[in-house]
């Protein structure tokens, strides 16, 4: 397999990397701007991306199982990539329910990874996702179906930006008489989250919550946040010294990020 080295040809995109991966069978992870897409013998098994809640903040926020029973699962599987094993292994997850929420952050983060089709960064052989198997899908499907996404996103609201800015409530824009889930979507919308950070915060699926937001894009109740001013120089404080004033949108986005890993 002449072509599983641990650097890629920065002329070839994700999904063209992933096509020649998949007929060589290889397992390893693939690197790409917005993510990390796993294999195992040429199967897509895994993908990561930082434009998604990962699947502990699904299981976790939803209730599914408690934040406790998930840091254990980890500690004891991890090393050994048997996460998901160990979660059902131990009664706290059947493993269908783990099945479904699995495939749904899988092909969350593969729409972030493949939507645009950005170029591959280099693929890693023999890499395995500390989660192990779950359920693996060919690569084809995952192809297909983050463009699928994307061409309903797009006729929806043309400009993708809405998937990865902070977004901030247009002047006036209330909830009221909206459906339900896209109300709920908008309550959480405070100039500083990101779609992925809504979506984590209400425990729903990233890209259910960006067909609401971008209905909501659409209907003129949701725009892009403008841009965070420029820090001010430091302020003097007593006896001469500089105190900093933080970027709270910074901290506050640092914090969640944390909080996820």
């Known amino acids: 397999m002449t072509r599983v080295t641990t650097t890629w040809a920065t002329h070839e995109t994700t999904s063209a990397a ?7 069978g290889a397992t390893g992870a693939l690197s790409g701007e917005r993510g990390i897409v796993y294999l195992s013998a040429g199967r897509v098994v895994h993908v990561e991306s930082a434009f998604t809640p990962d699947l502990g ?18 500690d004891r599987g991890g090393t050994q990539h048997r996460v998901g094993h160990r979660l059902v292994d131990s009664g706290r ?17 593969a729409y972030f990874v493949l939507a645009h ?3 591959a960064h280099r693929f890693r052989p023999g890499a395995v996702h500390w989660l192990g198997a779950v359920r693996s899908v060919p690569v084809d499907v995952v192809v297909r179906e983050s463009g699928r996404r ?4 797009d006729r929806i609201w043309p400009d993708p930006a809405i998937d990865t800015v902070p977004l901030a409530r247009v002047a006036d824009a209330g ?3 909206l459906p339900v889930r896209r109300g709920r979507t908008l309550t959480q919308v405070d100039g500083v989250r990101t779609a992925a950070e809504i979506a984590s915060a209400l425990a729903c699926r990233t890209y259910h919550t960006l067909v609401e937001l971008r209905r909501l894009a659409a209907d003129g109740l949701v725009t892009a946040a403008p841009p965070a001013p420029t820090p001010r120089a430091p302020v003097p404080g007593p006896h001469g010294v500089a105190w900093d004033d933080p970027d709270t949108a910074l901290l506050r986005r640092l914090r969640d990020a944390l909080e996820a890993l």
């Open 117 to 119: 089709d950005t170029r």
């Open 150 to 153: 994307r061409a309903l996103l």
């Open 57 to 74: 903040a699904l299981l976790t926020r939803s209730g599914a199982v408690p934040p406790d029973g998930w840091w254990d699962a980890v």
């Open 18 to 24: 992933l096509a020649a991966l998949a007929a060589e």
């Open 175 to 177: 909830a009221a008489g």
């Open 93 to 109: 997850l059947a493993a269908g329910a783990l099945e479904v929420c699995h495939l749904g952050a899988l092909f969350d983060a």
